[in-house]
């Protein structure tokens, strides 16, 4: 009989072994999968549901797949709720620790063109911490307006729908002052890369909506910081 329990006793014992083992290697695993930062530019928006299906989504699907997890952050941390689609932040841009970051990623939304909504004070120190850090930085379109307005664009090449310095009829926006405009497509300039159509204009003017080649240049980009 004390034969057998201490049998059991054994088994019990290497099962608890094991099973540490197992929790060990998950938590390292989870440790291991790089998260990356995606803020959706916040504004009155030409058409949410097309945005968050045809961007935030394209953005997130294609990043989980190069194993990445995908943390969203906006000024409030309340839902951006389209008529059907809807996108739940994980946390506020208050929250926000660059350093938990590999890269940062922003979505236009279809947010107004010039002059646009006041980009959010949070989501410009952002950009110029990770850049500061080294950390890759992607933007479409109307979120090309706040890599403006950090700063981070002087000297650097950028994509835009055209030249925010010579936009007839608009007004040109000194907040490009010192950057190199370089077409609608994908422009990578070193950590920043920029697109200049988004799912939106592809509708409206019939360009080639440029998310899906961003996403990649970004997860490259990433690939090489990991």
Do not use: W
Not at 25 to 50: F, K, T, W
Not at 51 to 75: H, I, P, S, Y
Not at 104 to 133: H, N, W
Not at 182 to 209: K, R, W, Y
Request: glycine share 10%.
């Amino acid at each position: 009989m004390k034969r057998k329990e201490k049998k059991v006793k054994r088994i019990l014992f290497m099962l608890a072994i094991l099973l540490s083992l197992v929790m060990i290697s998950a938590i390292a695993e989870a440790q291991s999968i790089s998260q990356v930062l995606l803020i959706p530019r916040e504004g009155q928006s030409g058409d949410l549901d097309l945005m968050l299906k045809k961007e935030v989504a394209v953005m997130t699907d294609m990043l989980q797949k190069a194993g990445f997890k995908v943390v969203v952050a906006n000024v409030s941390g309340q839902p951006i709720e389209g008529i059907i689609k809807k996108l739940k932040p994980d946390l506020k841009l208050s929250e926000v620790k660059v350093d938990d970051y590999a890269g940062v990623i922003l979505a236009c939304m279809a947010v107004g063109l010039f002059p646009g909504p006041p980009v959010s004070p949070g989501t410009v120190s952002i950009v110029k911490q990770a850049i500061a850090k080294g950390k890759p930085v992607a933007a479409v379109l109307g979120a090309v307006y706040i890599l403006a307005e950090a700063g981070v664009l002087k000297g650097k090449r950028y994509a835009f729908v055209d030249d925010p310095l010579n936009p007839l009829p608009h007004p040109k926006d000194s907040r490009f002052e010192g950057a190199i405009y370089s077409g609608s497509g994908v422009v990578q300039d070193g950590n920043i890369i920029t697109s200049g159509v988004c799912p939106f204009m592809e509708g409206l003017a019939g360009m080639h909506d440029c998310t899906p080649e961003l996403t990649r240049a970004f997860i490259a980009k990433l690939g090489r910081k990991k």
